[in-house]
């Protein structure tokens, strides 16, 4: 078994494609004509997203996340943490935790996108 996608649930699923994009850089994998699906190439995994709509059409009941009361966060591992933040805000990213050495030697920040997803952007974490 492999995992295939992480699924966040958003309000605008093509605003929120090109938010990534212009944000982090990723690049558009698909989206669906409805406009309720999307993902983005992110390596062996993909990103997408599905309509807060369409998945209460489904008989989900999809909550709005909260960054500073987060349940999950997505990370984008970069070795330019401090340029990566400045490009996530300047994309319409709100800025949550400044960049910050951790103990462990790795670098952290964290931004919230337009829907409230918490983004960790993050040095690798060395391997001992």
Not at 61 to 76: K, L, R
Request: proline content about 7%.
């Amino acid at each position: 078994m492999k995992l295939g996608y992480t699924i966040l649930y958003v309000a605008d699923v093509p605003r929120t494609l090109a938010f990534y994009e212009a944000a982090f850089g990723l690049e558009r994998r698909f989206l669906h004509e409805s406009g309720d699906f999307g993902e983005l190439e992110t390596g062996a995994t993909a990103l997408a997203f599905s309509s807060r709509r369409l998945m209460s059409e489904l008989g989900k009941n999809p909550s709005t996340p909260d960054p500073h009361a987060p349940c999950c966060e997505i990370a984008f591992v970069t070795e330019e943490v401090g340029v990566a933040v400045e490009r996530a805000v300047a994309a319409g990213a709100a800025l949550v935790q400044a960049p910050a050495q951790m103990p462990w030697g790795q670098t952290v920040a964290y931004v919230s996108d337009p829907d409230g997803f918490l983004v960790e952007l993050c040095t690798p974490v060395a391997q001992a």
